[in-house]
């Protein structure tokens, strides 16, 4: 088995600040995944990886940045925060190659920005 | 493009309840069709998938049928118990392989 580490938990921000998540996978896997999760709307693709290096845009993209240096690490950044934002920010990875991939999610960064 | 529609925001049972949360989906292809859950406090998780019309994902008592002619994949369970209570999400996979569109979910709360 393996696991996915997001960091940190929770987030506190500043309106304006630049804000960068975590995630490390154990996996082994190439796919990396970075979804926000807001109360009644789901989880909404911001950014995808294929493999080390590669970045796709997901529906959510602006104002965040991403970066896969390594294939067992993805970061997310939230370039600026908005403020009164609150949501959780997921990380996830699968196996590439077919449309069948479980994914596998860690537990989630909670962003608080005052 | 692709979308997957649930009906059912928050749905609150009794023990021993039917359970149906419905999904919809709309995709230009053949996806690959997804239950995941949420406990909380954790990521969501893996429940069952379908991939072909007519195929029945199941766990843990849960069942879903893949069924291309409605573009449905409702989830069922004959008897909820409180530890069921969960967020559950639809999903499929896009064309693009690598993207996964979820709905909105269906908090469910079953009461002992």
């Known amino acids: 088995g393996g696991i996915i580490t997001q960091t940190p938990k929770f987030l506190i921000g500043q309106e304006g600040q630049k804000l960068t998540l975590k995630c490390q996978q154990n996996f082994n896997h190439d796919t990396m995944y970075w979804y926000r999760q807001d109360s009644g709307k789901g989880l909404r693709l911001i950014y995808y990886?294929?493999?080390?290096?590669?970045?796709q845009k997901g529906d959510l993209s602006e104002g965040y940045d991403a970066s896969r240096e390594k294939k067992s690490s993805f970061s997310l950044t939230v370039t600026s925060a908005q403020k009164n934002e609150m949501a959780v920010f997921l990380c996830a990875s699968s196996i590439a190659g077919t449309s069948a991939e479980t994914l596998y999610f860690g537990s989630g960064t909670r962003l608080t920005v005052l | 493009g692709d979308s997957v529609t649930q009906t059912e925001g928050q749905v609150a049972l009794s023990e021993e309840d039917f359970l149906t949360i419905h999904c919809n989906y709309s995709?230009?292809?053949?996806?690959?069709l997804f239950w995941y859950v949420q406990y909380p406090g954790e990521g969501p998780q893996l429940l069952f998938r379908?991939?072909?019309?007519?195929e029945k994902g199941s766990s843990r008592g849960f069942e879903a049928t893949y069924d291309k002619g409605t573009t449905s994949f409702h989830l069922r369970k004959a008897s909820v118990q409180e530890s069921d209570s969960a967020v559950y999400y639809c999903?499929?996979?896009?064309?693009?392989?690598?993207?996964?569109?979820f709905g909105k979910g269906t908090h469910l709360h079953v009461l002992p």
């Open positions: 995709a230009s292809g053949y996806p690959t």
């Open positions: 379908a991939s072909r019309d007519k």
């Open positions: 990886s294929i493999t080390e290096n590669d970045l």
């Open positions: 999903a499929l996979s896009d064309t693009n392989a690598y993207k996964v569109i």
